[in-house]
């Protein structure tokens, strides 16, 4: 099973990557996607290595890396199968903060995933007519814009630049890793653009900003090679839910639009069947943290340099979990109706994984705490029933909001690759 779906997996991106962009249309030609609470027991942090079927990557000789100030490895030491992949590029190969064979090429070149720059978006009316009730889009709102970026679009595109209530954001979306993640892309007062870079480290996305060509981990928002070293993006809170939980919650709610300048095969998963939880992850040669399976979904959390993330099994299972992280006091919700995006062939007919959602359980100076009841959340202070983006629909707290936390839908074993000592929260026996 894991053999064949390899092949095809490859097959796809050596057809898919000299398939042509729309006529008349500018942009690249390639097309193709690879890239607690008292009552809860925390395991230790410790992994456990697992064997990793993928053969190693050729050439993967280096030169000795020295360290320089600040951290920074300062000499060009790329691979040569990396020098290969990056000749024309104007990146700042002196200052980096990995050891360049942790890179590796994910098949598409650089663009090769064409990143939406000038998105167009349509009423949740007019995309109900080709966007499934079930199908997942990462949920944002600033300042009254609530922007919602369908899967089945992202999945080709991986990223976004967009400007939602004035400010300006990228919208990332890695499949290999099911990392749906949004960032602010100002830094020091300059806006910058980014792209898919074609590399992979730790089989996530690395993107690129198009000002100083400097590389950016996307599970991290941390610049990892070029002039950037040691800037970080700052993430901003989204959801990753049903259109219809979407819809509901903003029924004045624009969707991005799937006019965006190029001819794909929108609703379609070119990833079919990968998010089996016992799977080995693509283009992953690092070791496996065996707490979890690899592509166990976890809703990750990180505070006070306190990471934890919560398995989607446990959540599907309570739906409500109450937590403090660092001391900080959060509650995390569960709720089914949303279909995975990594599943079936057609994505609307992927395996109902649910959508969470993560929120200060603290409104006006009260705790509140929650229930879960018929598909929604009602709180125990006063009865009011909640939606799972944070939103008080009905009873004395109509009109309500909880303010959301920061948090990931991720495959455990990437989460677990950058953040290793992670704690894994379990329901205590």
């Given at each position: 099973m894991w053999l064949a779906w390899s092949i095809g997996l490859l097959f796809l991106l050596a057809a898919c990557s000299s398939a042509v962009s729309d006529p008349g249309v500018e942009g690249p030609a390639a097309d193709t996607p690879v890239s607690g609470s008292p009552d809860a027991v925390t395991a230790e942090p410790a992994a456990t290595p697992e064997a990793n079927d993928?053969?190693?990557?050729?050439?993967?000789?280096?030169?000795?890396?020295?360290?320089?100030?600040?951290?920074?490895?300062?000499?060009?030491?790329?691979?040569?199968?990396?020098?290969?992949v990056t000749a024309s590029w104007d990146t700042n190969w002196n200052k980096h903060i990995i050891e360049y064979d942790e890179l590796l090429s994910g098949g598409p070149p650089r663009d090769g995933i064409p990143s939406i720059d000038e998105p167009q978006?349509?009423?949740?009316?007019?995309?109900?007519?080709?966007?499934?009730d079930n199908e997942p889009v990462i949920a944002m709102e600033i300042g009254g814009d609530a922007r919602a970026y369908p899967l089945q679009i992202l999945t080709w595109h991986e990223i976004v630049n967009d400007v939602v209530g004035d400010v300006p954001v990228i919208v990332t979306f890695c499949p290999l890793c099911n990392a749906a993640i949004t960032f602010d892309r100002r830094l020091e007062g300059q806006v910058y653009e980014f792209g898919t870079s074609g590399l992979l480290r730790n089989s996530d996305l690395v993107m690129y900003d198009r000002t100083t060509e400097s590389l950016w981990q996307q599970l991290t928002g941390e610049a990892i090679v070029g002039d950037m070293v040691g800037q970080r993006l700052a993430f901003l809170p989204s959801s990753l839910v049903s259109f219809a939980g979407f819809r509901q919650a903003y029924p004045e709610g624009v969707v991005l639009s799937r006019d965006t300048g190029y001819s794909r095969d929108y609703g379609r998963n070119p990833y079919a069947g990968y998010d089996r939880a016992d799977q080995t992850p693509f283009l992953f040669d690092g070791e496996?943290?065996?707490?979890?399976?690899?592509?166990?979904?976890?809703?990750?959390?990180?505070?006070e340099g306190v990471d934890v993330a919560y398995p989607l099994s446990v959540l599907?299972?309570?739906?409500v979990v109450e937590d403090a992280p660092g001391g900080v006091d959060l509650v995390i919700w569960h709720v089914p109706g949303t279909s995975s995006a990594l599943d079936?062939?057609?994505?609307?007919?992927?395996?109902?994984?649910?959508?969470?959602?993560?929120?200060d359980p603290v409104l006006d100076g009260r705790k509140l705490s929650?229930?879960?009841?018929?598909s929604a959340f009602v709180d125990e202070e006063t009865g009011s029933t909640w939606n799972v983006l944070g939103q008080a629909i009905d009873g004395p707290l109509a009109g309500e909001r909880l303010t959301p936390i920061v948090h990931g839908n991720h495959f455990w074993f990437a989460?677990?690759?950058?953040?290793?000592?992670?704690?894994?929260?379990?329901?205590?026996?």
């Open positions: 993928e053969p190693a990557p050729a050439a993967t000789e280096t030169d000795a890396i020295s360290e320089g100030e600040e951290g920074i490895l300062t000499e060009d030491d790329r691979p040569a199968r990396l020098r290969g978006f349509v009423s949740a009316e007019e995309a109900g007519d080709w966007l499934a496996l943290d065996g707490r979890l399976l690899p592509m166990e979904r976890v809703v990750t959390v990180s505070f599907s299972e309570v739906h079936a062939a057609t994505i609307a007919q992927g395996e109902d994984v649910g959508a969470t959602g993560v929120f929650f229930r879960f009841e018929d989460w677990a690759a950058f953040k290793p000592d992670t704690i894994v929260y379990q329901i205590a026996p």
